[in-house]
């Protein structure tokens, strides 16, 4: 893809490792694009993708800042937009994203983090939002997806006060799913990944879908989607597989 960004395909799996190791894969502007960009050239053909950093020392440490440094008011602002495009289309990607947090993930790394699917940490991890002590707040999502996942109390407390938490206190708070030995965790990321690949599609889709609703709508709009996503997969292809196997006694064929 670019220097800082590498995407690579192992089948249906893709996975899209953040390459500035030497910037502890800080997200500056360029590699915010490039992020983008892999994103876009994943999308339609992963069926699961897998986010991860290279190097043994960071996810991603946050964004840049050395290059926030010198912005003014009208460049964070087109800074915090590219930020939140990019966490967006994460968060809207087609398919299940997982990430592998391999060492730090601070500030925008952990807003990276966030804005996927399922969060597996290194025993290594170390996550939170540190911008407080940068006269700062989260720009890129985590004053709104934070909450959402651990309750307004500890995430009030990780921003405010700015923490940074190891694996395991994050998997006790349910900031992560699963805290996994260092040197097992790409090829448990990756063996997840093969699982959720071989998931029917489309149905997958619309779970993903149905399940964002509920950060971003009330009960009886959520209640409404999902009836209405629920009835649009009958007459699927993996709906009638998925069905007929059942009753077949035997195991799926998906496409």
Same mark, same amino acid.
Request: charged share 25%.
């Given at each position: 893809?670019?220097?800082r960004?590498?995407?690579?395909?192992?089948?249906?799996?893709a996975?899209?490792?953040?390459?500035?190791?030497?910037?502890? #894969?800080?997200?500056?502007?360029?590699?915010?694009?490039?992020?983008?960009?892999?994103?876009? &050239?994943?999308? !339609?053909e992963a069926?699961?993708?897998? @986010?991860?950093?290279?190097?043994?020392?960071?996810?991603?440490? /946050?964004?840049?800042?050395?290059?926030?440094? &010198?912005? #003014?008011?009208? &460049?964070?602002?087109?800074?915090?937009?590219?930020?939140?495009?990019?966490?967006?289309?994460? &968060?809207?990607?087609?398919? =299940?994203?997982?990430?592998?947090? #391999? /060492?730090?993930?601070i !500030?925008? +790394?952990?807003?990276?983090?966030?804005?996927?699917?399922?969060?597996?940490?290194?025993?290594?991890?170390?996550? /939170?939002?540190t911008?407080?002590?940068?006269?700062?707040?989260?720009?890129?999502g985590?004053?709104?997806?934070? =909450?959402?996942?651990?309750?307004?109390?500890?995430?009030?407390?990780?921003?405010?006060? /700015?923490?940074? @938490?190891?694996?395991?206190?994050?998997?006790?708070?349910?900031?992560?799913?699963?805290?996994?030995?260092?040197?097992?965790?790409?090829?448990?990321?990756?063996a997840?990944?093969?699982?959720?690949?071989?998931? =029917?599609?489309?149905?997958?889709?619309?779970?993903?879908?149905?399940? #964002?609703q509920?950060?971003?709508?009330?009960?009886?709009? +959520?209640?409404?989607?999902?009836?209405?996503?629920?009835?649009?997969?009958?007459?699927?292809?993996?709906?009638?597989?998925?069905?007929?196997?059942?009753?077949?006694?035997?195991? =799926?064929?998906?496409?």
């Open positions: 893809m670019s220097e960004v590498a995407l690579a395909f192992d089948g249906d799996v996975t899209l490792t953040i390459d500035r190791p030497a910037h502890l #894969n800080a997200l500056d502007t360029a590699t915010l694009e490039a992020l983008d960009a892999a994103l876009e &050239e994943a999308r !339609g069926q699961a993708l897998v @986010i991860t950093g290279a190097g043994d020392d960071a996810f991603v440490a /946050g964004a840049d800042i050395a290059e926030m440094a &010198e912005m #003014n008011t009208t &460049e964070a602002e087109a800074y915090s937009r590219l930020g939140h495009d990019v966490m967006s289309a994460v &968060e809207s990607f087609p398919a =299940p994203v997982i990430a592998a947090i #391999n /060492g730090y993930a !500030g925008g +790394g952990c807003e990276l983090a966030l804005a996927c699917d399922f969060r597996v940490a290194s025993e290594r991890a170390v996550v /939170g939002h911008e407080i002590d940068l006269g700062i707040t989260p720009g890129w985590g004053t709104q997806r934070l =909450p959402r996942l651990v309750g307004d109390e500890t995430a009030r407390r990780l921003i405010m006060f /700015g923490e940074r @938490i190891d694996a395991s206190d994050a998997y006790n708070l349910g900031l992560v799913g699963e805290v996994i030995a260092h040197d097992d965790l790409d090829d448990h990321a990756a997840m990944a093969a699982d959720l690949a071989a998931k =029917p599609t489309t149905a997958m889709r619309a779970a993903k879908e149905s399940l #964002n509920a950060r971003t709508t009330d009960l009886a709009a +959520g209640l409404d989607f999902e009836r209405r996503t629920w009835a649009s997969l009958f007459d699927t292809d993996d709906q009638r597989e998925g069905m007929a196997a059942f009753l077949d006694d035997r195991d =799926p064929d998906f496409e």
